[in-house]
T-cell receptor, first 114, second 111 residues
Framework: DGGITQSPKYLFRKEGQNVTLSCEQN?????MYWYRQDPGQGLRLIYY???????QKGDIAEGYSVSREKKESFPLTVTSAQKNPTAFYLC?????????????FGSGTRLTVV | GQQVMQIPQYQHVQEGEDFTTYCNSS?????IQWYKQRPGGHPVFLIQ?????EVKKQKRLTFQFGEAKKNSSLHITATQTTDVGTYFC???????????FGKGTSLLVTP
């Protein structure tokens, strides 16, 4: 089955540590995205990538970094510079040609920093 | 990105009642998508609206795009407990491919 996989589902880290969240898709989608969701809030865009080896900052990119070395993979690193990293992180992908079919989201990673 | 306001933020209905959520923008939108997120889940794409005045139906769900393409609505007829979740609108800008999501309307349906 085609889909988008995020791992791990839950992640606990100590304050000051960097952590990398995995996102893999086998939908052959060109574009991939990272969103952050806080309780009672909408989704805020962190980074997105339309093509391999290229990515753009979203509205809240500070304290985060990404890479897009392969079409299938778009990992997100939450650095120690991110002041409030505890949140629900959602990865998504979409076909550029078929944007009318919307985004496909992964099941998310809940990050807790203690 | 283009910002939208969704109202209401929360809605609690009895099963069988109707429900409507509105998405309003101060600027003209090229198109708008709607998503549903169940509690503890991830957003799932419902539909995209593109044309001015467009109306689309999916069973008990009716989606509308305003004539001026500045607002949109989602109406659920005779809600069921399976409709519980948060409904997000997400406008698309004319350039770029990243959606900006509204804050969503959380729907609670009690039997």
């Amino acid at each position: 089955d085609g889909g988008i996989t995020q791992s791990p589902k839950y992640l606990f880290r100590k304050e000051g540590q960097n952590v990398t969240l995995s996102c893999e898709q086998n939908l052959n989608h060109d574009a991939m995205y990272w969103y952050r969701q806080d309780p009672g809030q909408g989704l805020r865009l962190i980074y997105y990538s339309q093509i391999v080896n290229d990515f753009q900052k979203g509205d809240i990119a500070e304290g985060y970094s990404v890479s897009r070395e392969k079409k299938e993979s778009f990992p997100l690193t939450v650095t120690s510079a991110q002041k409030n990293p505890t949140a629900f992180y959602l990865c998504a992908s979409s076909s550029i040609e078929g944007r009318s079919s919307g985004y496909t989201f992964g099941s998310g990673t809940r990050l807790t920093v203690v | 990105g283009q910002q939208v306001m969704q109202i209401p933020q929360y809605q609690h209905v009895q099963e069988g009642e109707d429900f409507t959520t509105y998405c309003n923008s101060s600027t003209t939108l090229s198109n708008i998508q709607w998503y549903k997120q169940r509690p503890g889940g991830h957003p799932v794409f419902l539909i995209q609206l593109v044309k001015s005045g467009e109306v689309k139906k999916q069973k008990r769900l009716t989606f509308q795009f305003g004539e001026a393409k500045k607002n949109s609505s989602l109406h659920i007829t005779a809600t069921q407990t399976t409709d519980v979740g948060t409904y997000f609108c997400a406008p698309n800008s004319n350039s770029g491919y990243a959606l900006n999501f509204g804050k969503g309307t959380s729907l609670l349906v009690t039997p």
